[in-house]
């Protein structure tokens, strides 16, 4: 079984930086996609960022430019640096994974969640 361990989140002024990490722990082949989603109160959760094995990212609209996904294969570890934070980024945090067993299953797994707060 595949665990998600995430850290980072916190509480931060509009205009400052959180940096998240997501380590995944278990047994299993690979995790050929990594990334981190997001839900606000009221809202259904959404795409933040993902990232590839080989280092092809994806970015939401709203925050591009001012987040990046980088990950450690060696550490099977994502990570989210989050510069210029708004109000509007709000949310639990939640860590993603597309793990791969030995039985050729691909299955995903999902982190905790941890609460991201930026105040005005």
């Known amino acids: 079984q595949v665990q998600l361990a995430e850290s980072g989140g916190g509480l931060v002024q509009a205009g400052g930086s959180l940096r998240l990490s997501c380590a995944a722990s278990?047994?299993?082949?690979?995790?050929?996609?990594m990334g981190w989603y997001r839900q606000a109160p009221g809202k259904q959760r959404e795409l933040v960022a993902t990232?590839?094995?080989?280092?092809?990212?994806t970015y939401a609209d709203s925050v591009k430019g001012r987040f990046t996904v980088s990950r450690d294969n060696a550490k099977n570890t994502v990570y989210l640096q989050m510069n210029s934070l708004k109000p509007e980024d709000t949310a639990v945090y939640y860590c993603?994974?597309?793990?791969?067993?030995?039985?050729?299953?691909?299955?995903?797994?999902w982190g905790q969640g941890t609460q991201v707060t930026v105040s005005s």
């Open positions: 990232i590839r094995s080989g280092g092809w990212t």
């Open positions: 993603n994974a597309n793990v791969e067993y030995a039985s050729g299953a691909r299955l995903p797994r």
């Open positions: 278990g047994r299993f082949l690979s995790i050929n996609v």
